[in-house]
C-alpha cells in the first residue's frame, strides 16, 4: 500500500519569498510521484512528475521538486512566490497496482501569498 | 499539453433527477479515466477507474448503481449520478490518462463539475 503525507494544511509566505510545500510517501514499489494545483472552483494542472529519471524535476511556473527516496519525500520549491501562486496543492503517487497504476492523494496545502 | 474537458462546468437539480457529466480528452486518446469527488476543503476521493470498452472499477463503498460510469471510447467518459439527493452535492472531477505509448504514467485533469441537488 502506499500513502502520502502533506505536512502543512497552511502555508503563508510573503510575495518575493520562497515557497516550501513539503511532501512524503511510502510504497512498496518506485514511484511516480507528481504535485498539482488547484485554483478556487477549477481542476487540476500538473505542475511536474517524476518517473523515475532526473531526481530534480523542474516544472511550470518556476516549481521544481526534488526527489529524495533516503527521505521518501518530494518537496516542491519556488525562489520567489507570486500573488498567482495562491491555490491549493495536492502531492500525488502512483504506483503499479494489478496491471494499473493506482493513484492517492495527498490532503492538500492551501499556499496564501500575503502582498 | 493534453488537455480534457468537462461539461457541464455547473448543474443545479431536483431531488431524485439524474444528472450525466461528461468528461472529454480533446487532443490525445483515453484509455483509462478516472472519477473524483472533491467535498469542500478536502482533498479528492476517487469514485471509480474506467477503461475503454470495459466495466468501470468501484472504489470501496461507492455504489456502482448509483454512480453509472460509461467510457465507449478513447475520448468520452460519462458519469451518471442516479436519483440525485442533497447529499451527492459535490465537485466531480475527472481526469484521463494517455493510451499505452503516451505519457502513460500522468493524469491530465478537467476543470470539474459542480452539482447541487435541492
Known amino acids: 500500500a502506499q500513502s502520502v503525507t502533506q505536512l502543512d494544511s497552511h502555508v503563508s509566505v510573503s510575495e518575493g519569498t520562497p515557497v516550501l510545500l513539503r511532501c512524503n510517501y511510502s510504497?512498496?514499489?518506485?514511484?511516480?510521484l507528481f504535485w498539482y494545483v488547484q485554483h478556487p472552483n477549477k481542476g487540476l494542472q500538473l505542475l511536474l512528475k517524476?518517473?523515475?529519471?532526473?531526481?530534480l524535476v523542474k516544472g511550470i511556473n518556476g516549481f521544481e521538486a526534488e526527489f529524495k527516496k533516503s527521505e521518501t519525500s518530494f518537496h516542491l520549491t519556488k525562489p520567489s512566490a507570486h500573488m498567482s501562486d495562491a491555490a491549493e496543492y495536492f502531492c500525488?503517487?502512483?504506483?503499479?497496482?494489478?496491471?494499473?497504476?493506482?493513484?492517492?492523494f495527498g490532503t492538500g496545502t492551501k499556499l496564501q501569498v500575503i502582498p | 499539453g493534453a488537455v480534457v474537458s468537462q461539461h457541464p462546468s455547473r448543474v443545479i437539480c431536483k431531488s431524485g433527477t439524474s444528472v450525466k457529466i461528461e468528461c472529454r480528452s480533446l487532443?490525445?486518446?483515453?484509455?483509462?479515466m478516472f472519477w473524483y469527488r472533491q467535498f469542500p476543503k478536502q482533498s479528492l476521493m476517487l469514485m471509480a477507474t474506467?477503461?475503454?470498452?470495459?466495466?468501470?472499477?468501484?472504489e470501496q463503498g461507492v455504489e456502482k448503481d448509483k454512480f453509472l460510469i460509461n467510457h465507449a471510447s478513447l475520448t468520452l467518459s460519462t458519469l451518471t449520478v442516479t436519483s440525485a439527493h442533497p447529499e451527492d452535492s459535490s465537485f466531480y472531477i475527472c481526469?484521463?490518462?494517455?493510451?499505452?505509448?503516451?505519457?502513460?504514467?500522468?493524469?491530465?485533469f478537467g476543470p470539474g463539475t459542480r452539482l447541487t441537488v435541492l
Open positions: 474506467s477503461n475503454e470498452g470495459s466495466k468501470a472499477t468501484y
Open positions: 510504497s512498496s514499489y518506485s514511484p511516480s
Open positions: 517524476y518517473t523515475s529519471a532526473a531526481t
Open positions: 487532443d490525445f486518446q483515453a484509455t483509462t
Open positions: 481526469s484521463a490518462r494517455e493510451k499505452a505509448g503516451g505519457r502513460t504514467d500522468t493524469q491530465y
Open positions: 500525488v503517487v502512483s504506483v503499479p497496482s494489478g496491471g494499473y497504476q493506482k493513484v492517492t
